[in-house]
T-cell receptor
Framework: AQSVAQPEDQVNVAEGNPLTVKCTYS??????LFWYVQYPNRGLQFLLK??????LVKGSYGFEAEFNKSQTSFHLKKPSALVSDSALYFC??????????FGTGTLLAVQP | GAVVSQHPSRVICKSGTSVKIECRSL??????MFWYRQFPKQSLMLMAT?????????EQGVEKDKFLINHASLTLSTLTVTSAHPEDSSFYIC????????????FGPGTRLLVL
């Protein structure tokens, strides 16, 4: 089955340090991959997407993600974490049906 | 740009009543909108795909007679939870995909439903 996996339920990082939130995919064909962020009791905000082109995708709030075909990964990264980045992050893909299929989410906690 | 609103943001109702949730794309037209349900500390579960001017497509296991969806215009979709029961209490989130073949969905802020 086509899916995305987020292997970490929670990631802890100190403010100012680089952060990585992991995502791997199992999608046949060319994957359309997305990252969304959810703050408490809020809907999801779009961060970035990979459709085609450059493997390094830059998005909102200083986030970026690298599409790695050989490792089937699409990890989300930021060079310097902020306390305000603390939130729930979802990786997702759209398959042939154009429906978004979400990973289980990773809670990012940035300590001051 | 690409703002989606939901109304109400929070609703409390008695068991047996019906609740309508509105989803609007404020600055773009959306032929397709989606309705999701999210349980605490869990991912989003797609309930149905709402297509303007036609019937919604429901995911397996979602009762179409219980969760009525209407997509009457290119900027508005509504979800009505009929005869709500406490197990319907959840966080309901809609999204809209801009018309014209765009891949990105933009999400509303969600509606917290509590059925007593």
């Amino acid at each position: 089955a086509q899916s995305v996996a987020q292997p970490e339920d929670q990631v802890n990082v100190a403010e100012g340090n680089p952060l990585t939130v992991k995502c791997t995919y199992s999608v046949s064909g060319n994957p359309y991959l997305f990252w969304y962020v959810q703050y408490p009791n809020r809907g999801l905000q779009f961060l970035l997407k990979y459709i085609t082109g450059d493997n390094l995708v830059k998005g909102s709030y200083g986030f970026e993600a690298e599409f790695n075909k050989s490792q089937t990964s699409f990890h989300l990264k930021k060079p310097s974490a902020l306390v305000s980045d603390s939130a729930l992050y979802f990786c997702a893909h759209t398959g042939a049906t154009n429906k978004l299929i979400f990973g289980t989410g990773t809670l990012l906690a940035v300590q001051p | 740009g690409a703002v989606v609103s939901q109304h109400p943001s929070r609703v409390i109702c008695k068991s047996g009543t019906s609740v309508k949730i509105e989803c609007r794309s404020l600055d773009f037209q959306a032929t397709t909108m989606f309705w999701y349900r999210q349980f605490p500390k869990q991912s989003l579960m797609l309930m149905a795909t709402s297509n303007e001017g036609s019937k919604a497509t429901y995911e397996q296991g979602v009762e179409k007679d219980k969760f009525l969806i209407n997509h009457a215009s290119l900027t508005l979709s509504t979800l009505t939870v009929t005869s709500a029961h406490p197990e319907d209490s959840s966080f309901y989130i809609c999204s809209a995909r801009p018309s014209g073949g765009a891949e990105t969905q933009y999400f509303g802020p969600g509606t917290r439903l509590l059925v007593l």
